[in-house]
Every structure is written in C-alpha cells, then in structure tokens.
C-alpha cells in the first residue's frame, strides 16, 4: 500500500502561483507514475498533469498548459505541481495519484492509489 498527502493549497489572486506536493509513504521501495487530477464545485474530477516513473515523460490538459509544471523527487518519495498564473477556473480540490504503469495517462483507472485532497482556491 502507498498513502499520499497532498498539501500546498491555500486562498491565492488572480494571477498569482501555488504549489502543491504530495508526498509518497507506504511502499515506496518501487516508483510510480504519479498524476494530479482536480474537482471543481458541481463538476466531475478531471486530469490535470502526470509524469512518468522516471520524470521524462510529462503530459498535461490543455486548460494548464504553460501555466502549471508537473515534477518529482524520486530520492524524496515526492511529487510537485508548481501552478502560475492561476485564475477562478483553477478553483477545486486537488488530488494526487500514483500508478504502477511506467508512463500513466488522463484516466483515473489507471492510477492506483490516491490521496485525500487539498483545496485550491483562486479569487478573481
């Protein structure tokens, strides 16, 4: 088993930057492709980056392309998606998730394990 914490969430303006990190623990003796994936209020949750098991593979939606920035620390067990230029439409929860897969996609059946949410908040 793998547990995941998320944290860096928080109340930010228009315009401005968060990032958040999820730190892996548990079974952590093999590497995971690890992805982020938000909900917003009333909405279904949907992918937002993942990064392969080794860090050379990074996809995102194209909603954060050029804004937000997916990476890891595979030494550290952890996970960071450094978001700017955040606006209203970032508003929601964020999850973090790992997959066994070497290279992981924007489904959530790919992913494995999943931790409990940090709230993101963007004010106009």
């Known amino acids: 088993q793998v547990q995941l914490v998320e944290s860096g969430g928080g109340l930010v303006q228009a315009g401005g930057s968060l990032r958040l990190s999820c730190a892996a623990s548990?079974?952590?003796?093999?590497?995971?492709?690890m992805g982020w994936f938000r909900q917003a209020p009333g909405k279904e949750r949907e992918f937002v980056a993942t990064?392969?098991?080794?860090?050379?593979?990074?996809s995102y939606a194209d909603s954060v392309k050029g804004r937000f920035t997916i990476s890891r620390d595979n030494a550290l067990n952890t996970a960071v998606l450094q978001m700017n230029s955040l606006n209203p439409e970032d508003t929601g929860v964020y999850y973090c998730?790992?997959?066994?897969?070497?290279?992981?996609?924007?489904?959530?059946?790919?992913?494995?394990?999943w931790g409990h949410g940090t709230q993101v908040t963007v004010s106009s």
């Open positions: 990064i392969s098991r080794s860090g050379g593979h990074t």
């Open positions: 548990g079974r952590t003796s093999r590497t995971y492709a």
């Open positions: 998730a790992a997959s066994a897969r070497l290279i992981a996609g924007w489904s959530e059946i790919e992913y494995d394990y």
